[in-house]
């Protein structure tokens, strides 16, 4: 089946450092998501991107797709706090009315003030 | 902002009982899903549901399991006997024509 490698596992960097993750795949996907989880609570959507090559800004996030559709990163700029948590990329094959997603296993991220 | 909601928040049940997980899915979207995640994990799908009907199901999704959208604004996920690893945060998702998947807040079953 379908596999995404999401790196690092884990990240421990100072405030106000910059951050960058990344997903890869076995396989094409057609659309790249990336989430943001907090302990307990549900993922929350940061960036969606749809084309390979785009690059897709949310505040002090940027992400992009890969030329080969296969792969995706995520950048934070100028880390705060509260970027404290769980970051998941997901990547959807979108094969007609199967719009499942397929889970990395997370990056998890901490900041030291 | 509309969002999906879930009840209830925490649900703890006895082996071998049946649980019902309730999701309003947001309002226009028309693709849902249930997801669940045990401790620690990552995200598993479970099953995706459109225009009435399962449109993709895992292989946790066992005869078991079983949704259902018994109006226009929920959407359940029924346990028929549950079991100790059936233990997770249980999460609902929905989602327009286009691809960003929108979740829930998440159930968390536990299964003594």
């Known amino acids: 089946g379908q596999q995404l490698n999401q790196s690092p596992q884990s990240m421990f960097i100072q405030e106000g450092e910059d951050v960058s993750m990344n997903c890869t795949s076995s396989?094409?996907?057609?659309?790249w998501l990336w989430y943001k989880q907090d302990p307990g609570e549900g993922p929350v959507l940061l960036i969606a991107?749809?084309?390979a090559g785009e690059l897709t800004s949310n505040g002090r996030l940027t992400a992009q797709f890969g030329i080969t559709r296969k792969d995706s990163f995520l950048n934070i700029s100028a880390s705060i706090p509260s970027d404290v948590g769980i970051y998941f990329c997901?990547?959807?094959?979108?094969?007609?009315?199967?719009?499942?997603?397929?889970w990395g296993l997370g990056t998890s991220l901490a900041v030291n003030p | 902002e509309p969002e999906v909601t879930q009840t209830p928040s925490h649900q703890v049940t006895q082996m071998g009982q049946e649980v019902i997980l309730r999701c309003v899915p947001i309002?226009?979207?028309?693709?849902f899903y249930w997801y669940r995640q045990i401790l620690g994990q990552k995200v598993e799908f479970l099953v995706s549901?459109?225009?009435?009907?399962?449109?993709?199901k895992s292989e946790i999704f066992d005869d078991q399991f079983s949704v259902e959208r018994p109006d226009g604004s929920n959407f359940t996920l029924k346990i028929r006997s549950t079991k100790l690893e059936d233990s997770a945060m249980y999460f609902c998702a929905s989602s327009e024509w286009e691809g960003r998947v929108f979740f829930g807040p998440g159930t968390r079953l536990t299964v003594l």
């Open positions: 991107l749809y084309k």
């Open positions: 549901f459109y225009n009435n009907e399962i449109s993709e």
């Open positions: 396989s094409i996907f057609n659309t």
């Open positions: 997901a990547g959807q094959a979108d094969a007609g009315n199967n719009r499942k997603l397929i």
């Open positions: 309002s226009n979207h028309l693709y």
